[in-house]
Nanobody, 120 residues
């Protein structure tokens, strides 16, 4: 079994910052790509940012220059630093990881989500 647990969400004023964390635990041989997605009420889930095992990143145009994804491979953790937050960033943020277990094939896992609300 593999578990992803997110933390760091909350209520913040426009222009503020938050740092999300996601720890991957369980039967892990290797973690490949990791990422953050978000889903606002009434909207489809969308990509926020991804990072490969080698550290190559990709950020959605809507968050470029404001959000930064990073990872600590020793801690099996991925982060999302969010600065200059806007009300339209309000959403449930999900962590995603492609995990290779000691046996079997790699597959994607999702966390339960952490709520980010940007409001004055």
């Amino acid at each position: 079994q593999v578990q992803l647990v997110e933390s760091g969400g909350g209520l913040v004023q426009p222009g503020g910052s938050l740092r999300l964390s996601c720890v991957v635990s369980g039967f892990i041989l290797r973690i490949n790509a990791m990422g953050w997605y978000r889903q606002a009420p009434g909207k489809q889930r969308e990509l926020v940012a991804t990072i490969t095992s080698g550290g190559t990143t990709n950020h959605a145009d809507s968050v470029k220059g404001r959000f930064t994804i990073s990872r600590d491979n020793a801690k099996n953790t991925v982060y999302l630093q969010m600065n200059s937050l806007k009300p339209e960033d309000t959403a449930l943020y999900y962590c995603n990881a492609d995990v290779k277990p000691p046996w079997g094939r790699s597959r994607e896992y999702w966390g339960q989500g952490t709520q980010v609300t940007v409001s004055s």
